[in-house]
């Protein structure tokens, strides 16, 4: 069974960077496209971006000028960077995978929340 | 950008009713929908892949139906664990876009 861990500080000061870990057991990171979302709360869901195992990136263009990914493939984690955060950026957020075949999240990290607030 | 619309924003209902969610893509999407269940403190978890197909482990009275523009989800009878938020999702193909619906809180009556 494939699991998620998301890591990182949970309290950012603005105009910081965010950097978050997602760690995945039970199943190798190679061949799927990875993914991470967002969610403040009591509001919906935003996708921020994916990568593929081979470092090919593409991310929401509403926040494209600040996020960076990246993979290791042999720590089986990948990491998400969000530059010049803001309050606006409070929020849960989870990393997920994205199926072989479909384009869906088929499994999902239980979620980190990160505050920004100095 | 394809813009997901859900309704409607909060369901109440018993348990042992049926339930109807509906999502509207702004344009066609095919078949490329899914729906996702998130109860409180909890990840979202995938129910429906490709508007009608069952995720693993997702029970029958869930199904999914729909293609184009408008899709609905139906759980033919509610079970107290069923109450919860349903978002709808698809991915555009370039740029590759992941977008949700707002989501309906299906709620006890």
């Known amino acids: 069974q494939v699991q998620l861990q998301e890591s990182g500080p949970g309290l950012v000061k603005p105009s910081e960077t965010l950097s978050l870990t997602c760690t995945v057991s039970?199943?190798?990171?190679?061949?799927?496209?990875w993914s991470w979302i967002r969610q403040p709360a009591g509001k919906g869901l935003e996708w921020i971006g994916r990568i593929y195992t081979s470092g090919s990136t593409n991310y929401n263009p509403s926040l494209k000028s600040r996020v960076t990914m990246s993979v290791d493939t042999s720590k089986n984690q990948f990491s998400l960077k969000l530059s010049s955060v803001t309050a606006a950026d409070t929020a849960v957020y989870y990393c997920a995978r994205v199926g072989a075949t479909t384009p869906y999240l088929d499994y999902w990290g239980q979620g980190t929340l990160v505050t920004v607030s100095s | 950008e394809i813009v997901l619309t859900q309704s409607p924003a909060t369901l109440s209902l018993s348990p042992g009713e049926r339930a109807t969610l509906s999502c509207r893509a702004s344009q066609s999407v095919s078949s490329y929908l899914a729906w996702y269940q998130q109860k409180p403190g909890q990840a979202p978890r995938l129910l429906i892949y490709?508007?009608?197909n069952r995720a693993t482990g997702i029970p029958a009275r869930f199904s999914g139906s729909g293609s184009g523009t408008d899709f609905t989800l139906t759980i033919s009878s509610l079970e107290p664990e069923d109450f919860a938020v349903y978002y709808c999702q698809q991915r555009s193909n370039w740029p590759p876009l992941y977008t949700f619906g707002q989501g309906t809180k299906l709620e006890i009556k």
């Open positions: 039970g199943g190798s990171i190679s061949s799927y496209y």
């Open positions: 490709d508007a009608s």
